[in-house]
T-cell receptor, first 112, second 116 residues
Framework: NAGVTQTPKFQVLKTGQSMTLQCAQDMNHEYMSWYRQDPGMGLRLIHYSVGAGITDQGEVPNGYNVSRSTTEDFPLRLLSAAPSQTSVYFC???????????FGPGTRLTVT | DQQVKQNSPSLSVQEGRISILNCDYTNSMFDYFLWYKKYPAEGPTFLISISSIKDKNEDGRFTVFLNKSAKHLSLHIVPSQPGDSAVYFCAAPQGPNSGGYQKVTFGIGTKLQVIP
């Protein structure tokens, strides 16, 4: 089992460019979430999904879109990258009846 | 407003000694707490948790203590090993696990260094 995978590991974008961060899981978990981690701040929730076709906003959703067409995949789209979106992004999954989350290895994004 | 606070950004401990990582919370509605461990260039991994109906939970070298009246929890690692060097996050779901999604509040983390 690969668990939670994220691609790419690193990405550099110019301001205004768009891109998609990929997240895939093979644990058949119903809940998936995207977080960003910034220095001096805890992990902050961007968007989450409770199942295929169902997504909702987290704490810091502006500038990001998500969709969930399958249980396995939960891509995060940056519509028009800004330097404020420079961060490390983590995807996480959770089985509904448990609190523990399983995190991917992260994507380090730099926007110049 | 940080609802989960880890006031010590870093901690250094000698190998074999006890490491104590602290976490304070402000929301008295929190009823479950988790600790995650994170190595550089990796995602966080779940370490140990505690429900508010308990005041202690132990798993091998790791013990979490909960003091509800003080809104404080601590993670004890005994004995500390160099492989324990990592960032430790305290986290609390915002609501009971009644079948829906609970947003989780994370602390900013404490970086533990265990010196051989």
């Amino acid at each position: 089992n690969a668990g939670v995978t994220q691609t790419p590991k690193f990405q550099v974008l110019k301001t205004g460019q768009s891109m998609t961060l990929q997240c895939a899981q093979d644990m058949n978990h119903e809940y998936m979430s995207w977080y960003r981690q910034d220095p001096g701040m805890g992990l902050r929730l961007i968007h989450y999904s409770v199942g295929a076709g169902i997504t909702d906003q987290g704490e810091v959703p502006n500038g990001y879109n998500v969709s969930r067409s399958t249980t396995e995949d939960f891509p995060l789209r940056l519509l028009s990258a800004a330097p404020s979106q420079t961060s490390v992004y983590f995807c996480a999954t959770r089985q509904g009846q448990h609190y523990e989350q399983y995190f991917g290895p992260g994507t380090r994004l730099t926007v110049t | 407003d940080q609802q989960v606070k880890q006031n010590s950004p870093s901690l250094s401990v000698q190998e074999g000694r006890i490491s104590i990582l602290n976490c304070d919370y402000t929301n008295s509605m929190f009823d479950y707490f988790l600790w995650y461990k994170k190595y550089p260039a990796e995602g966080p991994t779940f370490l140990i948790s505690i429900s508010s109906i308990k005041d202690k939970n132990e798993d091998g070298r790791f013990t979490v203590f909960l003091n509800k009246s003080a809104k404080h929890l601590s993670l004890h690692i005994v004995p500390s090993q160099p492989g324990d060097s990592a960032v430790y996050f305290c986290a609390a779901p915002q609501g009971p696990n009644s079948g829906g999604y609970q947003k989780v509040t994370f602390g900013i983390g404490t970086k533990l260094q265990v010196i051989p």
